[in-house]
């Protein structure tokens, strides 16, 4: 008979059958799994006298390890030691944090990177004269806390050779000024990529060890496992967070499950080296596997530059892009899904307007699907912000999963309304629709656009009042909000059913026993939004084991 290595006694949400929590009293777990879930009398069965007894307080409950179904793992792990100007309200408060980081790091050839200047709230864009002022002849590059414009200074803009005679590239915009169209210092979308390749990557010493520290960070909010996006940069060289998680794996030093992606350019590197998404990507714990191939189809709402069926509230009339931006042509993306599937590699693909998703879905729809044996390659689209309801069924025809961010919901308050008018009602943040055409919907963070933190976008997912949504609550049909059960499935069951990690996300015999026990204040429901948005596990397993305690 199995002995059980330890015993969770309380209230249990097992996440088990289509809907509601699914309370037991009790799991056993064996072997890093849950051997039984069910009643104190069930599970005691299991006990032997090695057995170690977790036992929940009045206002304490379980629930499933969390998945964070899209960051970018080496730009949020990093982020620490990086500027951040994600609190600064105005220009002049980003520019002195630009010239104290700058004091900081007096090396004069040294980068200045960091990121999180949002245009929308300051009275006009950043330029690379305004660098100049704060860190003078310095390297600086700043993403837009979208990550779909990039400020440099002056002296990156003249070591690029980005002048007034430099041509837009294809799917990128050099923002100009002045009568002589002189470079501002801001570079749209694929324009980025003129000085990316410059900046040089991070020693693969410091990466790892910023993921490690990262990991302890996720295991502190009941995160166990992560979907990478990516490089935020070019990483033709299949570099990066993708090759830190497999050194981290080898090493036993990988705290949570990590799927890695493989960037646009790292395909054909991928592809030469035989992976396939879900396989790990070394020999180790197996935490570290390959994730999915990444392409843009458009930009971000932030910077209008997601790629609209009918064209912004707010476009300039002379503009010549007042829908937004396609990045992508569907003929050639579709050769490009087949040919990842056919090596074994699963597609996300960025997608916000409801063009864009147009063209993501073609993109599938031509490209056909691929089923590796006991793996299925779940093709998914990320972001989803506006979709229509003809693209519900082709959706779900086509099997494509959605990876949506709930705190977006909040953080794109200011843009909404201007934007897109009537349609965010209509079309924006349908989770609900989503979810009742049969559509997985997965959550993630998108950090460091946005925290890692996962329990304020759980709140906003079963919540769409202004308390938790903000300004946005005055655009957003509350109607489209989910339960928070269901809300739950969508950082816990989906994003492991996506990965084609059926053993995982719930709490029921034979899965992974990833858990965490998080306390509610006393008398407090989980019901109330503002407590959830506030949860903190104590303890949190993964496969069995203590992985975090406070």
């Known amino acids: 008979m199995t002995v059980a290595d330890a015993i969770v006694g309380g209230r249990i949400a097992t996440l088990a059958g289509g809907d509601g929590f699914g309370w037991v009293e009790a799991l056993a777990i064996a072997d890093g799994r849950v051997a039984v879930a069910g009643s104190r009398a069930d599970v005691e069965q299991l006990a032997g006298p090695r057995t170690r007894r977790i036992s929940l307080g009045p206002d304490e409950v379980v629930l499933p390890g969390l998945t964070d179904a899209h960051v970018h793992l080496a730009e949020a792990a990093l982020g620490a030691d990086r500027i951040d100007l994600g609190r600064s309200t105005s220009l002049a408060d980003a520019l002195a944090v630009v010239a104290a980081a700058a004091a900081r790091r007096s090396d004069p050839e040294a980068w200045l990177e960091g990121g999180g200047w949002d245009p929308n709230r300051w009275v006009r864009w950043p330029t690379a004269e305004d660098l100049e002022a704060s860190a003078p002849g310095r390297r600086v590059a700043l993403w837009a806390h979208d990550h779909h414009a990039l400020l440099v200074s002056r002296r990156v803009l003249a070591e690029a050779g980005i002048d007034a005679t430099t041509p ?31 900046i040089p990557p991070p020693d693969a010493g410091d990466l790892d060890a910023a993921i490690e520290r990262w990991s302890r960070e996720l295991l502190s909010l009941g995160i166990v496992a992560v979907h990478d996006m990516g490089a935020l940069a070019p990483d033709p060289a299949l570099g990066g967070a993708f090759a830190a998680a497999g050194r981290l ?9 990590v799927h890695a992606g493989i960037r646009e350019e790292s395909l054909a590197a991928a592809i030469e080296r035989g992976h396939r998404t879900g396989d790990p990507i070394e020999t180790g714990q197996g935490r570290a596997r390959v994730g999915w191939w990444k392409r843009f189809a458009d930009g971000s709402l932030g910077s209008r530059t997601a790629y609209l069926r009918e064209p912004y509230e707010d476009a300039d009339p002379e503009a010549a ?3 937004g931006v396609a990045l992508v042509d569907p003929v050639p993306l579709a050769a490009e899904i087949r040919r990842a599937a056919d090596a074994g590699i699963a597609t996300a693909v960025h997608a916000i307007g409801d063009a864009a998703v147009d063209l993501a879905i073609a993109s599938f729809e031509v490209a056909g699907t691929v089923t590796l044996p006991g793996r299925p390659l779940q093709s998914r689209i990320e972001h989803a912000q506006l979709v229509a309801d003809d693209q519900l069924s082709r959706l779900r025809a086509s099997g494509i999963a959605l990876s949506m961010q709930p705190i977006h919901a909040r953080t794109d308050g200011p843009s909404l309304g201007p934007a897109w008018g009537a349609r965010a ?20 963070s998108d950090a460091p656009v946005e925290a890692v933190d996962p329990w304020p976008g759980l709140a906003a997912a079963f919540d769409r009042t202004a308390a938790t949504l903000g300004t946005s609550a005055d ?56 407590v959830v948005a506030a949860l903190r596990p104590r303890l949190v397993l993964v496969d069995g084991a203590v992985a975090w305690e406070a």
């Open 249 to 257: 794996d080898a090493a036993g030093r990988l705290a949570v499950r």
């Open 321 to 323: 892009e007042r829908r």
């Open 168 to 198: 837009d590239p294809p799917g990128g915009a050099i923002r100009r000024a002045g009568a002589d169209r002189w470079p501002s210092g801001v570079l749209h979308e694929h324009a980025s990529r003129l000085v990316t390749a410059r």
């Open 475 to 530: 655009w957003l049909d509350p109607a489209e909000a989910l339960t928070l059960p269901s809300a739950l499935r969508g950082v816990c069951v989906a994003p492991a059913l996506v990965a084609g990690e059926p053993d995982r996300g719930r709490l029921v015999a034979g899965q992974r026993a990833d858990l965490g026990v998080v306390a509610l204040p006393p008398g407090a429901s989980l019901a109330d939004p503002a």
């Open 425 to 444: 009602r209509a079309l924006g943040y349908r989770w609900r629709s989503i979810v009742d055409a049969g559509v997985r919907l997965a959550f993630g």
